[in-house]
């Protein structure tokens, strides 16, 4: 009596091997996502309009936009941004620096406000909008995941 076909045994081998290969790419993904150092945007008030860096170099928007749009192709939409807004810049810079990486396709992006002087910075995060009004909700809407 057989045990199995050659067509069983293949399907089998097959199986086992996508297995392996979807275990090293996802393991390699999640840790490369850990590992490697984030891309950083810097946001700074410019005398006019706000001015955006990557690696150091100022950028025009469509500039910035087109960089970070291969960036997404070649390390992947899960890759973490991080923009470190100076505690200079407006509230639609903050806005800004966090739409344009996911307008190039970035999907793990995340905006800091930066303190020079006393060398911190802290996390921004934006809760859901409620409607204008001097006399705002008690308790805040706002859920921060961990």
Known sequence: MKTGTLPT?????????FSLLSLHF????????HDEKPIAITV?????????ELDSQPKRIGE????????SVERGRDYPVVAL??????LSDVSDALAIPGKAGFRNVR???????TGKM??????????????PPATSNCKLSQ
Request: aromatic share 10%; hydrophobic share 50%.
């Open 26 to 33: 996802f393991t390699r993904a999640h840790s490369l996502a």
């Open 64 to 71: 910035l936009l087109e960089s970070l749009g291969k960036l």
């Open 44 to 52: 700074k008030r410019g005398p006019e309009a706000a001015v955006f």
């Open 122 to 135: 802290a996390e921004i995060h934006f809760c859901p909008a409620i409607p204008i009004s001097s006399v």
């Open 85 to 90: 807004v100076e505690d200079d810049a407006s």
């Open 9 to 17: 045994k293949t399907a089998f081998l097959a199986a086992t091997v």
């Open 111 to 117: 905006a800091f406000a930066v303190y020079r002087e």
